[in-house]
């Protein structure tokens, strides 16, 4: 069991958990994912890591109410069954910071996106690098955790779809604007990495992605995780979860991210109507 | 004297594929005594060279005769540790029973039933309290199948100090993960997790060692290591369209009924919904797939580039899979998937094979007959294709590995001083009691050392 310290709502449609557990923080790096299941018979589900505490031992996750499972876990206020991990590669730049000394880095993120590119600015600016940040949400309640960007990036471009804070648009006309960069990071949705990898590709900017398409155990038994990375089969899990963008088969992954819809519909439909029972 | 098995009750064909229990129900013992009966008790019995452990067959099947079950017990465990589940899951076909005389003419003695029997006698009672004096020394095993946890348990009752780390939220490894409820029962791999438990083995579950934990960090913390990671990644075939959303491995299948449950109606973890599945593959992992989607109202196919002969599966799951309405395609392979504009499956490009002249002392092989390619339409394909080698728990380690990429051992021993290795992360797939008797082996291996 792993303790909850909190796990409360920080927009309308995310929450943030703090849990006990140390088994995951002292080889944690950013780039990597864990395995949560909130009671014993819930599903395994892949969480990309927002923050650590290595000292006391304490690993912070931020998601989004989706489906069944998260709808579970928002809902759990003592204890987690079961979190594995960490998971998946650490983030190319994070592991070879001295080759990306000199070079000028944006980091684009898309929604909750924004919560594994944190640990990534953080440790970066840790060793003396600072990079900048474009970050784009659907409204002002969707962009989270502004003052932690900012006390770690260098400069950081909101925008979001509706005009509610920074400019109106998507992340992809800011970098259109600012595009002298030598790397780019994106994290979101998978449309809007497919629509930056699009405009980066244009520019000639290498960029790296972080997947996160369906798994089961997290540990390369599976395959459910398969992505078409430059024609060739990887395992999000144990190649990745972070790609080259350019080589990625994105419509190939938006699509399986339907695999299990309506199975999942199902699913929350009945978790909703125990809810209301109880 | 009978010279016909005594046949093991069953659930019946109907009734069970509407349910995941055991399909096989064991003897009695009125049946195991009839079936001990028939033993001949050779003086120089071939079954015991047959079994891949060396039982004492004849004797254990000679205290059966004596009532005696805790006797033919203690003369399995001598040799096996978990006679349970071997009893289950052996292919005595190939081994043992292939060997006994009495095959030669009639029914081979049932020794598979025999070992279950007197398992579950020993199983149904209280177990003795062992009392192990700690030696001081101190072993890292990495996997919970059933390699890790027969090395655990022989070097937990030789006093050393034993931690298991276990990637999943439930140890067991395959026996949990992978073989089904109907085949083996969970209860059979918790008894023997107790077991160890009470032996002070320490389970550590949720530890992807080589992550959380490297085989560095643990050096600095055991004595000895051993390594039970079990097969790997699942093997797809290389055809066009295999990232079709409803492609699976048999792995992702069996991990989502075992390990997660989904074959329960109330489960959170969803399986796909599906009319008609092809499960490509011959093997134990591919009845084990057909037969679980079977039991969830699926029609089934199973496809398998060789003939019936040649199917590398268990005898008896080959049956049993017939008797459940599983439909055999035998000889032919799947060239392309066929899917919408959704990346759904809506059917396969299949070609016959036929067989290629025969080599003498070679395995004779297939090939594709031109022209017979074929459409046949599902909405489910899952492969069951073997599996490549993972390294995920070896990272930052220089350990050795072939040319295969499995890890390579002398008696055992890796190329890392005192890190152990075995089962099928050695040998690439095999099976339950090959990868016991590798962790047995490394065990005794590792207190030899001691002396």
Redesign the interface.
């Known amino acids: 069991m792993y303790k909850i310290i909190y796990n409360k709502k920080i927009s309308e449609t995310s929450m943030e958990i703090a849990l006990e557990a140390r ?2 923080i ?2 944690a790096y950013p780039g ?1 994912f864990v395995m949560i ?1 909130t009671k014993e ?4 589900i892949p969480l990309t890591i927002y923050d650590y505490d290595k000292k006391k031992g304490i690993l912070y996750l931020i998601y989004q109410i989706l489906g ?2 998260t709808l ?1 876990l928002s809902m759990e206020k003592d204890s987690l ?7 998946g590669k650490i983030n190319e730049i994070c592991k070879n910071i001295d080759e990306y000394k000199n070079k000028k880095i944006v980091y684009v993120a898309g929604g909750v996106g924004i919560a594994p590119i944190y640990p990534q600015i953080k440790y970066l600016h840790d060793f003396g690098l600072s990079c900048d940040v474009i970050y784009g949400a659907r409204n002002a309640d969707l962009l989270l955790i502004k003052d932690k960007i900012e006390n770690v990036a260098h400069n950081v471009y909101y925008c979001t779809d509706d005009g509610s804070f920074g400019e109106q648009g998507f992340v992809t006309n800011i970098l259109e604007k600012k595009h002298d960069y030598d790397v780019v990071v994106a994290i979101g949705p998978v449309v809007m990495m497919k629509n930056v990898c699009d405009v980066t590709k244009k520019y000639q900017i290498p960029t790296i992605v972080s997947m996160n398409p369906i798994m ?2 997290g ?6 995780c ?1 992505c ?1 990375v430059d024609g060739k ?1 990887k ?1 999000a899990c ?1 190649d990745g979860p972070e790609f080259d963008g350019h080589k990625i088969d994105f419509d ?1 992954a938006l ?2 991210m ?3 819809k ?3 519909q ?2 929350l439909i ?1 978790m909703q109507e125990s809810l209301e029972v109880k | 004297m009978e010279d016909k098995k005594t046949v093991m009750r069953m659930q019946d064909k109907d009734k069970r594929i509407k349910n995941f229990q055991e399909v096989e129900l064991g003897y009695n013992e009125e049946e195991a005594l009839r079936e001990a009966s028939r033993c001949l008790q050779c003086t120089n019995p071939r079954c015991v060279k047959g079994c891949p452990v060396n039982i004492m067959i004849p004797l254990f099947i000679k205290h059966i005769k004596e009532k005696e079950w805790e006797k033919a017990y203690q003369v399995i465990q001598e040799s096996s540790f978990l006679p349970a589940i071997c009893g289950r899951v052996c292919p005595q076909e190939m081994q043992c029973e292939k060997m006994c005389v009495k095959g030669f003419k009639g029914d081979a003695i049932s020794i598979g039933a025999l070992e279950r029997f007197v398992a579950d006698m020993h199983n149904s009672i209280e177990p003795k309290k062992e009392i192990i004096k700690n030696n001081g020394k101190k072993v890292a095993i990495v996997g919970s199948g059933p390699a890790g946890l027969s090395c655990a348990g022989i070097l937990a009752s030789n006093g050393f100090e034993v931690t298991i780390y276990e ?3 439930r140890p067991g490894g395959v026996l949990t ?1 992978g073989i089904p409820e109907f085949r083996l029962p969970k209860k059979i791999v918790e008894k023997e997790i107790e077991n160890l438990k009470r032996k002070k083995v320490e389970i ?5 060692v080589g ?4 085989l560095s960090d643990l050096q600095k913390e055991y004595d000895y290591i051993f390594l039970g990671t079990g097969a ?3 093997k ?1 075939m ?1 055809i066009p369209n ?2 079709a ?2 492609v ?2 048999a ?2 299948i069996l ?2 009924i075992n ?3 989904a074959y329960q109606e ?8 599906a009319k008609t599945v092809y499960v490509i593959g011959g093997g134990n992992v591919a009845m084990d797939a057909a037969r679980s989607l079977k039991r969830l109202g699926m029609n089934v196919h199973l496809m398998y580039r060789r003939g019936k002969d040649e199917l590398p599966a268990r005898k008896v799951e080959v049956i049993h899979a017939l008797e459940e309405g599983i439909i055999f395609d035998l000889l032919q392979n799947p060239l392309e998937i066929l899917t919408d504009e ?2 759904s499956v809506t059917g396969m490009k299949v070609i016959n094979m036929e067989y290629q002249e025969e080599i003498v002392g070679q395995r004779r092989s297939v090939q594709e007959v031109k022209g017979t390619e074929h459409n046949v339409s599902c909405d489910m394909v899952v492969m069951a294709l073997g599996t490549n080698p ?1 390294h ?1 728990a070896l990272k930052m380690s220089d350990i050795k590995l072939d040319d295969r990429g499995l890890i390579m051992v002398d008696d055992g021993l890796t190329s890392i001083p005192n890190v152990y290795a075995g089962g099928d992360a050695v040998t690439g797939a095999a099976t339950v009691i090959l990868a016991m008797e590798a962790g047995k082996k490394a065990a005794y291996e590792i207190i030899k050392r001691c002396k």
């Open positions: 088994n995951i002292d080889n990597q299941m018979d819930s599903e395994r069944a499972s579970e069954f079961s979190v594995s991990g960490p998971f089961v155990d540990s390369g038994m599976c395959g459910a398969r078409i089969v395992f144990i190939l699509k399986r339907n695999i299990y309506k199975e999942e199902k699913k009945a | 990637v999943l939220h993960y550590k579950c949720d530890m992807p992550n959380a934990i490297t790997g990644v699942p797809f290389g295999e990232s959303n409803e699976f491995s792995n992702e991990t989502r390990l997660m449950g109330n489960s959170k973890t969803p399986i796909k919904e959704n990346n993972n995920e």
